[in-house]
């Protein structure tokens, strides 16, 4: 991966950034923006730029769009991450599902094409990998989660199954082949 160039915007103070970044991402504007900006809408781009050139640090509005075409990404994937934890923090019987499993692998997949496509800094690179961290732990659970209840239900199967033959007077030695055969639990 090509090394990333520095932007005029990873060069801004920390609390300039985190300014605009809160009217990127939060429509927010600044309390010592100046008058007369309309403050019901979202911030634009020519606003960040001229937030930036009173704080003292110009930057053209090209490079406020490239980073925060990355920011707003970034965000979006941050926020899709909760919602995948929230659907899969209580795992049971009935929630648990492919189409869990398939969306986590959808966003990793998504997360790692987006790192591969941008020349990232070394922030944006580590909330990525995090994003993919959070999908993985999420689609492992699933699994995890569903051998489980398969486990479980042969178990119970196979205790049914032998109380059954057990009852019509079946050898003991057929029911455990029986149960070995027909319902693949093999004792170790």
Known sequence: MPRRTHSAIDKLPAEVREAITSMIVDAAWPEDYPPPPDYSGRPRYEDVVTYCQLQGWPVSSSAVGRWAKGLLVLETMRNKTLIVRNVMKDITQEKTTETQKAAAEIMTAKAIDFALEKNLSAIEFKNISRSVRDCAAVSISADK????QIGKKLAASAKSTKAKLTKAGVDRKLIQEI?????GVVKS
């Open 145 to 148: 989660y569903y051998r489980e």
């Open 179 to 183: 149960i070995d055969e027909h319902l």
